[in-house]
């Protein structure tokens, strides 16, 4: 069996593979961005699905600690 009649699947799947995760992030920003710009859309979230709140602000605080680990290493070393 030659390998030529598989290249078009192989593209076929490579597309939907990157289409969906081309989606995946689009769909993530715009979640992010809809939590952070809209009180009653974070609230919703919190009551239908509290984990991606949760991930959400713990997303935050990792952030903010990293942050403030680079300030600090920096005003002793730079």
């Known amino acids: ?10 593209r ?3 597309k939907g593979i990157l289409i969906a ?3 995946g992030v689009f769909g993530a920003y715009w979640l992010f961005h809809k939590m952070n710009t809209s009180q009653d859309f974070r609230n919703t979230m ?3 699905f509290p984990s ?4 959400k ?3 935050h605080a990792h952030i903010l600690i990293r942050r403030l680990a ?3 290493v920096c ?3 730079c």
């Open 1 to 10: 069996m030659s390998s030529k009649p598989m290249e078009p699947l192989a």
């Open 12 to 14: 076929k799947l490579f």
């Open 21 to 23: 995760e081309v989606l």
């Open 46 to 48: 919190n009551k239908k």
């Open 52 to 55: 991606i709140l949760q991930s």
């Open 57 to 59: 602000y713990k997303y």
């Open 70 to 72: 680079y300030i600090v």
């Open 75 to 77: 005003s002793f070393f």
